[in-house]
């Protein structure tokens, strides 16, 4: 075992990272993550303990896996294993260019798009894939944006030959832009001029938004009643009932939104002023509908209404401004600090693309400022694998779930730490990028 | 009610600024504040770890401040008798951080974006000494930034490099002796106000980076004619003709000030053509480009933006917003600098500001540079690219005393910045802004009520004077979807 770990590093060492890895990536292959500290996330840190990985599940973990023949084993001494980071809120797959609007799937048009999947959309040659993961996230939701029910959110693993290889679990529900007070000026696009709202103004348009959405609500719970008979069948000898007997014609828009009103698909709610997070949550409450708050910077303002309601907050990102002139300089700093305290579940996002590589950095920030590390780590892993409802397959080293597993190099909350190694699906992933093609090539010009 | 809101921001802003200022603020305060003792303008920051930038590190080092500049660095420094102590044991100071690019600070839109060449107009003009933006940036170590115009015009318009004295007039902000700059744009920014013009406004010149390079070329030619228009007046003049001045062009004379290398040029640039097309149309006209700002490919040509000598004011790692940001890379600064291009990381954002110090980490893990590498990429680099270096960017006696204490090392995510002054005035302490949250949040409150009740009153209401757009917009097109403001 010894000859083929040293074995290994000096063939690490020589021969590209690529060609070594590629040569490995066959599914069914058995691998050993060795002399490790790992970071379990569940249970607690095991010092040179061991991961089995077979058929892309990991197969034991602890300080005394005996390693079966034929697996290629990793020396990880002096390394870190985590469990892959998971992105809450992200349009990875959906954009390539900001500005290209070719390039760019993420708001369709219209108000009201609940049918809409994100993840039939995802490019799975995006470029932003590979330069995401190589920061040990591998695991994003990937959400469309536009209008105001924007679409089928879809949890993803950044890796795959096509989007149905990278699917983890979609729908993982419908993101609900809601609607918000916005008063004073603004630049109208129709006039092309800066205009004033006023608050009643401003109030009056919500409600109609809101109005809007409760009839496509109670059209949905109406469409479910309808669709519940159609299915049932009519008893025999029945007349009038086979006089009204319809065969039942079918409408995406509403089919999309019949778990919704089932109560079995949440609404993921963007929203971030406490007023309407609040509002929000007094809609989701009259219309029985659950719900995932997205955003939520100003969710400690109304902290004990989400722990009483048991509504988790995919938060942040907290690398942002305060959302008012007068807030404190580190407002969204400390909103991680504030929920942990008021027992708030939450998990951090990025709401980011092309940068979501730096989610590592938003939980750390909200450490800084006073959230405890492991509680930053549980909300990168195992709290969004929970709020999502895939906790049995990922956000923890446990046996038996799926090994999206990263060896960094160091604490990877530190910006200065390495990927060394990165498993998704149990298959080792290389990590090269257009980042890295492009440094490689010009660092060497002459 | 926005009004009275940020009211309390810039009131708080001031009486935070005025606790700490004490003395330094004079007359019209000095009523309340005790009299200046011979000790006010001495301090000593004791027992820390001190990263100097160019001249290494020293453990449970302090620093001594006299007059507003640091008078002593070393590991064992008396206090002179009345000096203001400041403890430090267990924390780390380094340098107060030199944003390259940003545009906080400025009253209104930061594009006169009307025309391609708007050399007439000054950022100084418009600094805004209440944005909220220069407290939050000074929390995050900043002490200086080089206020930009934006990227809207081939040529745009004159900067102003700028201390945080948050709390000060506009005109005390100002970095005094800074050298004069201008800001120029390349690529998509000066194309694009052409891509969607607002209905019934026509297409601005130029559609295209050829139209760009003219653009330069053209308002360069004038200038040149314009300088020899002037050095034939002053010439015969001299001979003692007899003879009439020429006009004078407010658009033309700081463009003659960059042929004559009294101004220093600030270049938006993504592309290696384009940057590599500067530098000849430079060098053409005989004069330099200070820096390359954003620089996205400055990887690709970096020998040649050492060879000319110019600067390199980049990101991080900020990519694939537009065409010409998708070949950028994160290792661009490490490349460029070992190219021997000297490199600074700025922000050209007022949240990106407040932790440009985890922006510097990101070039040891992107290229591998050192420690004392990366730091200097937000302090004695960027202090050198705006050849303010005899001033600031580094722990050095006789430096002004602009230094941030942060809780642990500043490369690291767990650290926070607690103090920050500037010219040795304490201009950020993290504990008097947290002991004052609860007062500024009663008077919050006391304000509110207070026009609540005077919206019940009946009568005419005076109407608060508009608050001004926000300034963070690159271009006159309305903002899109959150990526498309950027440069």
């Keep these: ?446 | 009610m926005r009004d009275a809101r940020s009211v309390v921001a810039r009131m708080w802003g001031l009486v935070v600024s005025a606790l700490l200022l004490g003395s330094s603020l004079g007359g019209s305060v000095s009523a309340q504040v005790p009299s200046r003792s011979a000790g006010d303008d001495v301090t000593l920051i004791r027992g820390g770890t001190i990263l100097t930038i160019t001249r290494g590190r020293i453990e449970n080092g302090s620093i001594l401040i006299r007059g507003g500049k640091i008078a002593a660095v070393g590991r064992n420094i008396e206090a002179p008798p009345g000096a203001k102590i400041i403890e430090a044991r267990g924390k780390y100071i380094m340098p107060g951080i030199i944003d390259c690019h940003s545009h906080i600070a400025i009253d209104g839109g930061v594009n006169e974006g009307t025309l391609s060449v708007t050399s007439m107009v000054r950022i100084e003009d418009v600094l805004d000494p209440t944005d909220i933006n220069i407290y939050r940036n000074l929390a995050g170590g900043v002490t200086t930034a080089n206020i930009l115009h934006g990227s809207a015009n081939a040529i745009g318009g004159l900067n102003a490099v700028i201390k945080l004295r948050w709390g000060k007039t506009a005109r005390e902000m100002l970095f005094e002796g800074a050298m004069p700059g201008i800001k120029f744009a390349l690529g998509e920014n000066p194309k694009r106000s052409n891509f969607t013009p607002p209905p019934g406004t026509p297409r601005r010149y130029p559609a295209t980076r050829l139209g760009v390079e003219y653009t330069i070329r053209e308002a360069f030619t004038q200038a040149r004619n314009y300088m020899r228009q002037w050095e034939e007046y002053e010439r015969r003049k001299r001979a003692g003709e007899n003879v009439v001045p020429p006009r004078r062009d407010l658009k033309l004379e700081p463009l003659v000030e960059v042929l004559q290398g009294k101004r220093l040029v600030h270049a938006h640039a993504y592309r290696a053509d384009e940057i590599l097309m500067l530098i000849r149309l430079a060098e053409e006209f005989g004069f330099k480009i200070a820096t390359f700002q954003h620089v996205l490919e400055g990887y690709k040509v970096a020998r040649e933006i050492a060879a000319h000598g110019a600067g390199a004011s980049t990101f991080s790692d900020w990519w694939a917003y537009k065409v010409e940001a998708y070949d950028a890379i994160p290792y661009n600064g490490a490349i460029m600098a070992r190219k021997g291009v000297i490199v600074s990381f700025n922000s050209d954002s007022a949240e990106l500001a407040r932790r440009l110090n985890l922006e510097a980490a990101k070039a040891m893990k992107y290229g591998g540079l050192s420690e004392d590498e990366a730091l200097a990429l937000i302090t004695i680099n960027p202090a050198q690219q705006l050849r303010i270096e005899h001033r600031v960017g580094s722990i050095e006696v006789g430096k002004d005393a602009d230094l941030v204490i942060y809780s642990g090392h500043p490369l690291s995510v767990y650290s926070i910045v607690e103090k920050v002054f500037i010219d040795g005035q304490l201009y950020f302490d993290r504990e008097a802004d947290l002991a004052r949250r609860a007062e500024i949040q009663k008077e919050k409150e006391a304000l509110k009520a207070r026009e609540r009740s005077a919206e019940r009153r009946p009568g005419p209401r005076s109407r608060p004077p508009q608050e001004e757009v926000d300034g963070n917009v690159e271009h006159p097109l309305p903002p899109g979807p959150s990526k498309e403001v950027r440069p």
Excluded: C
């Excluded at chain 1, 695991?139 to 536009?146: A, Q």
């Excluded at chain 1, 048991?310 to 807030?327: A, M, Q, T, Y």
């Excluded at chain 1, 492991?374 to 397959?393: C, H, K, N, Y």
């Design chain 1, 1 to 446: 075992m010894r000859e083929r770990a040293l074995v290994f590093i000096i063939a690490f060492g020589l021969v590209p990272a690529l060609s070594l890895v590629s040569a490995w990536a066959q599914r069914g292959e058995t691998y050993a993550i060795t002399n490790a500290r790992i970071v379990p996330i569940t249970s607690p840190v095991i010092e040179r303990g061991t991961i089995l990985i077979r058929a892309g599940k990991i197969a034991a973990v602890g300080r005394n896996v005996s390693i079966p023949a034929g697996a290629r084993v990793i020396n990880a001494q002096g390394m870190w294993v985590y469990p892959g980071f998971i992105d809450s809120g992200t349009t990875i797959g959906l954009t390539e260019i900001g500005q290209v609007a070719a390039t760019v799937d993420v708001n369709e048009i219209g108000d009201f798009n609940p049918q809409l999947k994100a993840i039939v959309a995802v490019n799975p040659s995006s470029e932003l894939i590979p330069v995401t993961r190589v920061n040990g996230i591998t695991t994003v939701l990937t959400t469309p944006r536009g209008g105001i029910l924007s679409g089928q959110a879809a949890l993803i693993n950044l890796d795959g030959w096509t989007w149905e290889e990278m699917l983890v679990k979609a729908p993982v529900g419908i993101y609900f832009n809601f609607p918000t007070i916005v008063s004073g000026r603004f630049f109208d696009v129709e006039t092309f001029q800066q205009r004033e709202r006023s608050f009643e103004e401003a109030r009056r348009q919500r409600q109609e938004r809101l109005q809007r959405v409760r009839r496509l609500l109670d059209d949905a719970r109406a469409y479910a009643q309808a669709k519940r008979a159609a299915e049932a069948g009519v008893p025999e000898g029945n007349a009038a009932n086979l006089r009204d007997r319809q065969p039942l014609l079918v409408n995406p828009v509403l089919e999309a939104l019949v778990p919704v009103v089932e109560g079995t698909l949440p609404l993921i709610v963007a929203a971030n002023d406490a007023r309407d997070i609040k509002a929000a949550v007094e809609f989701a409450e009259e219309q029985k509908v659950k719900i995932i708050l997205s955003g939520g910077l100003e969710a400690p303002k109304v902290a004990p209404l989400l722990k009483e309601k048991n509504i988790p907050v995919l938060l942040g990102p907290v690398l942002s401004l305060p959302r008012h002139e007068d807030d404190p300089y580190d407002s969204p700093f400390t909103v991680a600090k504030q929920l942990y305290e008021a027992g708030v579940k939450f998990a951090f996002l990025t709401n980011d693309a092309s940068n979501a590589r730096n989610l590592p950095y938003h939980a750390a920030m909200a450490v800084a400022f006073g959230l405890p590390r492991e509680e930053a780590l549980r909300a990168l892993t195992i709290s969004p694998a929970e709020i999502f409802g895939v906790a049995d397959q990922l956000g923890s080293i446990e046996v038996g779930k799926v090994a999206n597993l990263v060896v960094w190099d160091g604490d990877p909350l530190e910006v200065r730490s390495h990927v060394r190694h990165l498993f998704i699906n149990g298959r080792p992933v290389p990590l090269e990028t257009k980042h890295t093609q492009l440094y490689e090539r010009y660092r060497n010009r002459p």
